[in-house]
């Protein structure tokens, strides 16, 4: 079993930069897949980007793709979301979920831990 927090939210202004962190428990941290999904008020959960177990494949929504980048770093435990050029329409609260031997796959149904989230503002 893994635990996840995330944390980097805040405010910022369009074309601004935050960095997103997603802290886990556990020892085992590397032999999980790791994805980022958002939602905003009144809108439906969606897939953000995604790595695998092995950090070695990444997967990105096309609303995303080119701005962000999503990394791990195993020996801390962590997985970041490095969020530039950020746009109003990025506003949502973010959350991160971990999937055993996972690929960061586009499915929410994949990942069995969810974070609480972090919430990101963009102005405009």
């Known amino acids: 079993q893994v635990h996840v927090v995330e944390s980097g939210g805040g405010l910022v202004q369009a074309g601004g930069s935050l960095r997103l962190s997603c802290a886990a428990s556990?020892?085992?941290?590397?032999?999980?897949?790791v994805g980022w999904f958002r939602q905003a008020p009144g809108k439906e959960r969606e897939f953000v980007a995604g790595?695998?177990?092995?950090?070695?494949?990444?997967h990105y929504a096309d609303s995303v793709k080119g701005r962000f980048t999503i990394s791990r770093d195993n020996a801390k435990n962590t997985v970041y979301l490095q969020q530039n050029s950020l746009k109003p329409e990025d506003t949502a609260v973010y959350y991160c979920?971990?999937?055993?031997?996972?690929?960061?796959?586009?499915?929410?149904?994949?990942?069995?831990?969810w974070g609480q989230g972090t919430q990101v503002t963009v102005s405009s």
């Open positions: 979920a971990a999937d055993y031997m996972g690929w960061g796959t586009v499915g929410a149904h994949h990942y069995d831990y």
């Open positions: 790595i695998s177990w092995s950090g070695g494949i990444t």
């Open positions: 556990g020892r085992t941290f590397s032999s999980y897949g």
